[in-house]
């Protein structure tokens, strides 16, 4: 006979809180508009830009997501600019991982590649200070922040990260935002957002 499933008294005060699953479609809404200024503030920022993108690219595409199952947290996104195939991929991701952080990420593989790198190095104190980090993680979708993951681009740490650079086959230059900062709660983020995409714009303009 199969023993039966058994929740605890935490799990049911969980499930049956209303105002925590109202709450979360309340602070859902408020991210996807979040997100939707960001769009707004990203093209306009690269309005008139000479970028340096894949042959198929325009500036037309974007997408938003929702899910729930990023390591077990809520997560959405805004993919702009946005170009992924099999062997390509060009995108700027504004992610909003519940429990974590919003991630600005610029992610980069095949293409143009080798001139993105170059642009980083010969650019480089044009980065450096802006609160980028190169990501470290073997997969481009790696959200993680800290030793081991991250390592932040700053102007005398030249060497180490163009040493980390050199044999990837992809690269990820990120701004992480922690919950807690004031930007989160005061309707700063759309202005980061901005921000962070002005620090990378040297590696991927030509």
Request: charged residues 25%.
């Amino acid at each position: 006979m199969t023993e039966p499933i058994v929740l605890s008294a935490e799990e049911v005060h969980f499930i049956a809180d209303t105002k925590f699953f109202l709450a979360k479609a309340r602070i859902s809404a408020k991210i996807r508009r979040i997100l939707e200024q960001v769009h707004e503030a990203l093209r306009s920022e690269l309005k008139g830009k000479a970028l340096l993108v894949p042959g198929r690219f325009t500036l037309d595409a974007f997408q938003f997501v929702k899910g729930e199952h990023l390591e077990h947290f809520s997560y959405q996104y805004l993919d702009f600019p946005r170009f992924y195939s099999r062997e390509e991929k060009f995108s700027f991701r504004t992610l909003f991982w519940w429990g974590h952080h919003v991630v600005f990420a610029l992610i980069i593989e095949g293409g143009h590649l080798r001139s993105y790198k170059q642009n980083l190095m010969n650019r480089y104190s044009e980065i450096a200070g802006r609160g980028v980090c190169l990501c470290l993680g073997d997969s481009l979708w790696e959200w993680k922040r800290g030793p081991g993951y991250t390592l932040e681009i700053t102007r005398e740490r030249k060497t180490e990260v163009a040493a980390v650079l050199a044999h990837r086959p992809f690269f990820k230059l990120a701004r992480f935002v922690p919950m807690n900062d004031p930007a989160v709660s005061t309707g700063g983020l759309v202005s980061i957002g901005r921000e962070a995409l002005q620090a990378v714009l040297p590696v991927i303009t030509t």
